[in-house]
């Protein structure tokens, strides 16, 4: 069984930056493909961003140029790097994990609010 935990969200004053960490419990997590999605109230989840197996990443139009992804297959994490943060940037984070089966974690909430 897998489980994901978020941690790394809170508020922040726009221009700023926040490291969010997703820890993944489980086996084989270097086989899964990770990925970054967030929520605003009243929106759909959106792509931010994703890292396969073997490293190949992707970026969501809105977060390229500030957001980085990375992954530390020893330590089981997937990390987002987020700089220059705008209001619009507000949102549940949610991480991903994907193989055989989709797993989700619960979230955590980033505010970038003056």
């Known amino acids: 069984q897998v489980q994901l935990v978020e941690s790394g969200g809170g508020l922040v004053q726009p221009g700023g930056s926040l490291r969010l960490s997703c820890e993944f419990s489980?086996?084989?997590?270097?086989?899964?493909?990770m990925g970054w999605y967030r929520q605003a109230p009243g929106q759909q989840r959106e792509l931010v961003a994703t890292i396969s197996n073997g490293g190949s990443i992707q970026y969501g139009d809105s977060v390229r140029g500030r957001f980085a992804i990375s992954r530390d297959n020893v330590k089981n994490t997937v990390y987002l790097q987020m700089n220059s943060l705008t209001p619009e940037d507000t949102a549940v984070y949610y991480c991903?994990?994907?193989?055989?089966?989709?797993?989700w974690g619960r979230g955590t909430q980033v505010t970038v609010s003056s």
């Open positions: 489980g086996r084989a997590f270097s086989a899964f493909a």
């Open positions: 991903k994990a994907s193989w055989t089966y989709t797993y």
